[in-house]
């Protein structure tokens, strides 16, 4: 059974393989819907990345602007983060931790998350669902960042 750690270094080697296939990384974050097409319950006009490469090991904080003429009293945060086309994280929140609820009106998620020092650098998306009563469905966005390299001390 691999390793996460053999997992990740094969990503690096792979992320060094196609290295050079890789538009180089913008400032600006766009933010897509999942489904473009469909009208969410929640819209989200942009994502703040801070700071900007993340750098692994270290606290990042992605804060997503958001509005609803719904209100929010309960719900979850799906997150999953893909590299390239691998899949490396998921994790699930609790919406109520990310936002003051009920929530209505304009909001901000402010999720924090640390990603593990071993991380290789490069270009990731990270997808978020955030579901509300029932599971429904109340938006899923996705957007691209990148990882820089550990910083030295
Ligand atoms: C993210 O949003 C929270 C809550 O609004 C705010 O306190 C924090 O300063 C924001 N962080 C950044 C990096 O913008």
Redesign the pocket.
């Known amino acids: 059974m691999a390793s996460k750690q053999g997992l990740l270094l094969a990503l690096l080697a792979a992320s060094v393989a196609v290295g050079c296939l890789l538009p180089a990384a913008s400032a600006a974050t766009s933010v897509e819907y999942c489904n473009k097409g469909k009208n969410y319950p929640v819209k989200v006009s942009g994502v703040?990345i801070?700071p900007d490469p993340v750098v692994p090991g270290q606290l990042a904080?992605f804060?997503i602007s958001a509005f609803t003429d719904k209100t929010i009293e309960k719900g979850k945060l799906v997150i999953d983060v893909k590299y390239w086309i691998f899949h490396v994280h998921s994790e699930t929140h609790d919406i109520c931790g990310e936002t003051t609820c009920p929530a209505s009106g304009k909001f901000?998620l402010?999720h924090q998350q640390t990603l593990p020092s071993f991380t290789p650098p490069g270009s990731y998306t990270i997808t978020m669902t955030m579901l509300g009563d029932n599971d429904k469905e109340l938006s899923c966005i996705s957007f691209g960042f990148s990882i820089g390299f550990v910083a030295s001390s």
Request: hydrophobic share 50%.
């Open positions: 703040e801070v904080t804060n901000v402010a």
